[in-house]
């Protein structure tokens, strides 16, 4: 388990240490010369360091704020494989907060990510392995930003609690599988196993018995399969079954959903590309107390990206099911926004915003109260050299659970970032943006 430090000191040597343990996992992997030519592999480091200040770091309400301030430290490792069959990369990653006025809040977090692709000649076979051990300011609100999130994909599992200090550990699974079974009509399945759980559960109660909300450890389980027929090589409708259950640590309570969509992706010109999803699920929630609680939920969801020489626009509207640390299914209604704007050569801003509305998938019996969610953020930031450049950026987040006062802060941060230039994955020129790949 990654600790919190009481001095820079400390918080440099644990991010030097994690850096070293990783070695042990990803190391061998480029010393095996049978697994693919040296010339395939590519070493992808970035570092940031930088100063912080928040004003209701915690996102508390009026008389419960705290300010925090201090310096920020996040390093990643990144080696990949690329190959014309086949992909691989592992990610450690050392994330560090030090706040001189708030020692209980900084942390250490430490992240892993895993990430392959194999094709051939009609098929393809994937997936993903993440874990993440973190604070729970990290993990329960969203940041404004959702850069490299694909059109359509929620983010799901936070909770919005954050007054109390708590750390969640989160592993993750997403194997994906394709095969073609002519030109035009494909087979597309995809999975996805989570387990979270918390340093210490969480339960909020008001009036000593009526739950409030909570933050709890869970498992979910989800898979997704269907058929994509292309109309041509600009739009397709993949029609899919889902189905999941989700397992809340240390209740009685599990929820099953079961579901359909209709999914229509159009790529119209190499600028523009969109989609539009609608579905069914039905929710069935046993419970010791009610018995079975049953409900039917419409999911569905559209969005449009625009990518031109030098800016890039996306808006997406999303309606979907999906687990949470409340310890029940959760109803995620959310609204994003996102600009990149080249300003010049080396300077470009990113403007971005999301509203994020959850509620009760079956009911408030089952102890999830609703919330509302707002996050804006605006970042410049400008390319000195090749390999460094410099950052600003300012966080608005507003937050509002049902019954209770609402809550706001304000952060900014400025750092430096240093990251070499990588044959395979450069450092985005925004002066020239590739079309049909959102940032």
Do not use: C
Request: hydrophobic fraction near 35%; avoid cysteine.
């Amino acid at each position: 388990m990654l600790l919190s430090f009481r001095n820079p000191r400390a918080a440099v040597r644990a991010a030097l240490a994690g850096a070293t343990l990783a070695w042990p996992i990803w190391g061998p992997v480029v010393l095996i010369p049978n697994l693919a030519h040296a010339g395939n592999w590519e070493f992808d480091p970035r570092v940031e360091v930088g100063a912080q200040y928040d004003d209701n770091y915690r996102l508390g309400p009026s008389g419960q704020k705290v300010d925090a301030y201090g310096t920020i430290a996040d390093l990643s490792f990144t080696e990949k494989l690329v190959d014309p069959r086949y992909e691989f990369d592992i990610s450690p990653r050392v994330h560090n907060t030090f706040l001189p006025n708030d020692h209980e809040d900084q942390s250490t977090d430490g992240y892993l990510g895993l990430n392959g692709t194999y094709r051939g000649q009609k098929w393809t076979l994937g997936g993903v392995l993440t874990y993440a051990n973190e604070t729970v300011i990290s993990s329960e609100l969203l940041s404004a930003n959702f850069g490299g999130q694909p059109l359509g994909q929620t983010t799901g599992e936070e909770t919005g609690l954050v007054s109390f200090h708590n750390r969640r550990q989160l592993e993750r699974f997403l194997p994906n599988f394709s095969y073609d079974f002519t030109p035009r009509l494909h087979l597309r399945s995809e999975g996805q196993y989570e387990n979270a759980s918390f340093s210490r559960n969480i339960l909020v109660t008001q009036a000593g018995t009526n739950l409030l909300i909570a933050q709890e450890g869970f498992k979910d389980y989800y898979v997704k399969g269907g058929l994509q027929y292309d109309f041509s090589q600009r739009y397709d409708l993949v029609s899919s079954l889902t189905g999941a259950k989700f397992l809340p640590n240390g209740r009685d309570t599990t929820t099953e959903r079961y579901g359909v969509e209709e999914t229509f992706e159009a790529r119209p010109t190499q600028i523009m590309q969109w989609y539009a999803r609608l579905g069914v699920n039905e929710v069935h929630a046993h419970t010791m107390v009610d018995g079975n609680i049953d409900k039917t939920l419409v999911v569905g969801g559209a969005g449009v990206s625009w990518t031109y020489q030098l800016s890039q626009y996306t808006a997406d509207f999303i309606r979907d099911l999906s687990a949470s640390a409340g310890g029940a299914v959760v109803q995620h209604d959310e609204a994003r926004g996102r600009v990149v704007k080249a300003l010049t050569p080396r300077l470009y801003a990113v403007l971005a915003a999301r509203y994020v509305r959850v509620r009760g998938a079956s009911q408030t019996i089952l102890g999830i109260v609703g919330s509302d969610y707002t996050a804006a953020s605006g970042a410049l930031q400008y390319q000195v050299t090749r390999n460094y450049r410099v950052q600003g950026e300012y966080d608005f987040t507003w937050q509002r659970f049902q019954g209770n006062p609402s809550s706001r802060s304000n952060s900014i941060i400025v750092s430096v970032i240093w990251q070499p230039l990588s044959k395979f994955n450069p450092i985005p020129d925004y002066n020239r943006l590739q079309p049909d790949r959102p940032q």
